[in-house]
């Protein structure tokens, strides 16, 4: 391949190994969250659960010098989060809005004071398979450098899609979420079912998390989430609570905030900056599109309220 053939795949190339890189994370919360809404309870704390995951990770990967305790660490922490969140949750008159804000605070809060020992120390990082071996051009080889994280996402996104339809436990989440009334006349305790969903929305969230500080960019700091788990929120939406759907949406938004940086890698030095706020930016553009007073959104659980 000469410089020109180069220089025009360049952009595309960086584009897909940003997209495989900056999606992992959405993938775990989104499909976190979609269990967590499928069964009638939104959860906008996910991002204190993000962070203090990635947390976690890091100070467990440091510790015992394995970044698959790391994960399990972080998967705990996060299964606790939304315990808690669960818990509070379920009495009555209770605002799972503000109760999701009020858990994001305390996450990060949380996470920034127990995590200053380890902004220094230096973590083992997560594994990747290098699927592009097969050619000498670096750009290829980066691209294809794939986390085992989001070959299990994906794999997860299947299963969930496929578990949702065709399984006992789908039933029950979806019927839950549906109707809390017709729940209880199948003998079923919303509370209890929602409590589930929302522990292990949590854990799957802090999966992401520990991708975060244990692979990409694969270190502990306070900044180092980006809002990525409210943004999972509004991609939950987007992809109408359909985990496949959560999956390629999370590319796309990969895709998006991969692109100032693409950009930046073939030379583009000016303008290339205003690429890095294209998430934030379709995620304003979701929220609006899919806000209607009047009309439901297609997919959307029966006993979930948005506005709450």
Same mark, same amino acid.
């Given at each position: 391949? #000469? #410089?020109?053939?180069?220089? /025009?795949?360049? &952009?595309?190339?960086? &584009?897909?190994?940003?997209?495989?890189?900056?999606? !992992?994370? /959405?993938? /775990? &919360?989104?499909?976190?969250?979609?269990?967590?809404?499928?069964?009638?309870?939104i959860n906008l704390g996910l991002e204190g659960t993000l962070v203090f995951g990635a947390m976690s990770a890091y100070a467990a990967a440091v510790i015992s010098g394995s970044p698959w305790l790391g994960v399990l660490a972080a998967m705990a922490t996060g299964a606790l989060f939304g315990l808690i969140h669960g818990f509070i949750c379920k009495f009555p008159k209770v605002n799972d809005i503000a109760i999701g804000i009020a858990m994001m605070q305390f996450g990060l809060g949380l996470a920034f004071f127990l995590g200053k020992p380890f902004i220094q120390p230096s973590a083992p990082k997560l594994p990747s398979i290098a699927l592009g071996n097969w050619s000498s051009l670096p750009q290829v080889q980066s691209a294809l450098n794939i986390n085992v994280?989001?070959?299990?996402?994906?794999? %997860?996104?299947? /299963? %969930?899609?496929?578990?949702?339809?065709?399984?006992r436990t789908g039933l029950i989440l979806r019927v839950v979420g549906d109707s809390s009334d017709a729940a209880r *006349?199948? @003998?079923?305790?919303? #509370?209890?079912?929602?409590?589930?969903? !929302?522990?292990?929305?949590?854990?799957?969230?802090?999966?992401?998390g520990a991708y975060l500080s244990l692979f990409y960019p694969g270190s502990w700091n306070e900044g180092i989430s980006s809002g990525q788990g409210l943004m999972a929120v509004a991609l939950v939406i987007f992809a109408r609570w359909n985990p496949i759907g959560c999956f390629l949406a999370s590319l796309l938004f990969g895709g998006a905030g991969a692109l100032g940086p693409a950009l930046q890698s073939v030379g583009v030095s000016q303008g290339y900056y205003l690429f890095y *706020?294209?998430?934030? &930016?379709?995620? %304003?553009?979701?929220?609006?599109?899919?806000?209607?007073?009047?009309?439901?959104?297609?997919?959307?659980? @029966?006993?979930?309220?948005l506005v709450k």
């Amino acid at each position: 391949m #000469d #410089d020109t053939a180069l220089g /025009f795949w360049g &952009v595309p190339l960086a &584009v897909l190994a940003g997209a495989i890189r900056v999606s !992992t994370p /959405f993938i /775990f &919360v989104s499909l976190g969250e979609t269990i967590t809404e499928r069964s009638g309870r939104i959860n906008l704390g996910l991002e204190g659960t993000l962070v203090f995951g990635a947390m976690s990770a890091y100070a467990a990967a440091v510790i015992s010098g394995s970044p698959w305790l790391g994960v399990l660490a972080a998967m705990a922490t996060g299964a606790l989060f939304g315990l808690i969140h669960g818990f509070i949750c379920k009495f009555p008159k209770v605002n799972d809005i503000a109760i999701g804000i009020a858990m994001m605070q305390f996450g990060l809060g949380l996470a920034f004071f127990l995590g200053k020992p380890f902004i220094q120390p230096s973590a083992p990082k997560l594994p990747s398979i290098a699927l592009g071996n097969w050619s000498s051009l670096p750009q290829v080889q980066s691209a294809l450098n794939i986390n085992v994280l989001f070959l299990i996402g994906a794999a %997860l996104a299947v /299963f %969930l899609w496929w578990a949702l339809k065709n399984t006992r436990t789908g039933l029950i989440l979806r019927v839950v979420g549906d109707s809390s009334d017709a729940a209880r *006349a199948m @003998g079923l305790n919303p #509370d209890t079912i929602r409590l589930v969903a !929302t522990a292990a929305g949590g854990a799957l969230a802090a999966i992401g998390g520990a991708y975060l500080s244990l692979f990409y960019p694969g270190s502990w700091n306070e900044g180092i989430s980006s809002g990525q788990g409210l943004m999972a929120v509004a991609l939950v939406i987007f992809a109408r609570w359909n985990p496949i759907g959560c999956f390629l949406a999370s590319l796309l938004f990969g895709g998006a905030g991969a692109l100032g940086p693409a950009l930046q890698s073939v030379g583009v030095s000016q303008g290339y900056y205003l690429f890095y *706020a294209a998430p934030y &930016v379709m995620t %304003l553009i979701i929220m609006i599109a899919t806000s209607s007073p009047t009309r439901p959104l297609a997919g959307m659980p @029966g006993a979930l309220s948005l506005v709450k």
